[in-house]
Antibody
Framework: QVQLQESGPGLVKPSETLSLTCSVS????????WSWIRQPPGKGLEWMGY???????NYNPSLKSRVTISIDTSKTQFSLRLTSVTTADTAVYYC???????????????????WGQGAAVTVSS | SSELTQDPAVSVALGQTVRITCQGD??????AGWYQQKPGQAPVLVMY???TRPSGIPGRFSGSISGNTASLIITGAQAEDEADYYC????????????FGGGTKVTVL
């Protein structure tokens, strides 16, 4: 079973850049979509963006100017960079694998079937 | 619309049935995924493609969809089902963005 593990600093200063890495083990990174999702304290899940194994990226429009997701297939990891952070970026950051599901009928389907345990990041001076 | 709407909270008596709904235009195009999140833990996929359970998810969880509303149904709710539940799907913009519902807190009484 594929496993994901986030790593990176737990404390970032305002206006600086938050960087996290998600390591993929027990499986290949050369397929599917790889997402970052965050959850501020006491709030819901917010999708930040994904990178397809081919390198194509897609970002939440609300974060697009500040977010970059990259992938290193040789290291089986993908990374998140969030620039110009503020206290509003304090959250638990999750990485997840999203897979397309073949289903009968008119609707498409994607599901995030594997998640990392999360990395708590605090933005504070 | 790219939004998914969930009721903030529902409660269910132990052993009874609860339906958690997720409404949005994107659900006319995409099936919802459903995620269970317990305090201090990462979300776990519990339902996808309308009514398919990942391995290890109990059979008391089922799903349905009608029009723009997806439902996650827990039949015979157990104490361990108390959690936050989130739905998600791709959006309708044509840009293949991902959207999450705001989450539903399920309390088992």
């Amino acid at each position: 079973q594929v496993q994901l593990q986030e790593s990176g600093p737990g404390l970032v200063k305002p206006s600086e850049t938050l960087s996290l890495t998600c390591s993929v083990s027990r499986g290949s990174i050369s397929a599917y979509y790889w997402s970052w999702i965050r959850q501020p304290p006491g709030k819901g899940l917010e999708w930040m963006g994904y990178i397809h194994y081919s390198g194509t990226t897609n970002y939440n429009p609300s974060l697009k100017s500040r977010v970059t997701i990259s992938i290193d297939t040789s290291k089986t990891q993908f990374s998140l960079r969030l620039t110009s952070v503020t206290t509003a970026d304090t959250a638990v950051y999750y990485c997840a694998r999203e897979i397309p599901i073949a289903v009968a009928g008119e609707r498409g389907a994607y599901s995030m079937d594997v998640w990392g345990q999360g990395a708590a990041v605090t933005v504070s001076s | 619309s790219s939004e998914l709407t969930q009721d903030p909270a529902v409660s269910v008596a132990l052993g009874q049935t609860v339906r958690i709904t997720c409404q949005g235009d994107s659900l006319r195009i995409y099936h919802a995924g459903w995620y269970q999140q317990k305090p201090g833990q990462a979300p776990v996929l519990v339902m996808y493609a309308q009514n398919t359970r990942p391995s290890g998810i109990p059979g008391r969880f089922s799903g349905s969809i009608s029009g723009n509303t997806a439902s996650l149904i827990i039949t015979g709710a157990q104490a361990e089902d108390e959690a936050d539940y989130y739905c998600n799907s791709r959006d309708t913009s044509g840009n293949h963005l991902v959207v999450f519902g705001g989450g539903t807190k399920v309390t088992v009484l």
